[in-house]
């Protein structure tokens, strides 16, 4: 098999696990089972179970990024469509995050707390270069606001999400976001 074969092979048997049993509770053996490769191969092409989540988790963002960026018409409302754009991201940033780890588990533990952070500082790199290669809004909108609207936008829903109690607190966060925090940081960003 090919390099990028077993990359791929490991990541979709790694993706089943952490959706059914969670990230905590999938081992790299697990993942070798699944995937029908040594456990040796899988920390040959990724030095962690950490890693191999990382991996994952930005194929899936960027393939969602790309769709959002790709659905941008040029005669639609820019702000409305930067404000729908920025709110689907954060929350489906919020969801993956949830879905394969679970926030009680991120709340407990620091090594995931760390990880996170490094999640949030690649997810900001990937959306802005996103947002700049897409000549369409890079034409319209200087790459510094958007660089401003995504690092403001992230910092936000990142800081609300590790905060709040129960998934009633980030909803309502959310929302509060959505109503009376993106609002001026679209119109500052396209004014």
């Known amino acids: 098999m090919e390099a990028d074969k077993i990359k791929a092979t490991i990541k979709v048997a790694a993706r089943e696990l952490f959706r059914r049993y969670g990230y905590k509770k999938t081992s790299v053996n697990d993942i070798a089972k699944r995937a029908k490769l040594a456990k040796a191969t899988i920390y040959k ?21 790309d769709e959002l960026l790709a659905k941008y018409n040029k005669q639609a409302d820019l702000e409305t469509y930067l404000g729908d754009t920025i709110l689907r991201i954060s929350r489906l940033t919020y969801t993956i995050c949830n879905e394969f780890l679970g926030w009680d588990f991120i709340r407990e533990s620091t090594n995931t707390q760390e990880y996170l952070k490094t999640l949030s500082d690649d997810l900001e790199l990937l959306l802005i270069s996103s947002f700049i290669n897409n000549t369409d809004i890079h034409q319209t ?6 660089t401003f609207l995504i690092k403001a936008s992230k910092n936000i829903v990142f800081s609300f999400a590790f905060t709040s109690v129960s998934e009633s607190d980030v909803r309502k966060n959310f929302v509060s976001f959505q109503k009376e925090i993106l609002p001026h940081l679209i119109r500052a960003t396209v004014n």
Not at 141 to 146: G, I, M, N, R
């Open 45 to 65: 092409y990724f030095d962690s179970k950490e890693l191999v989540l990382h991996a994952i988790l930005m194929d899936y963002i960027q393939e969602s990024v």
């Open 141 to 146: 909108v200087a790459p510094e606001k958007l």
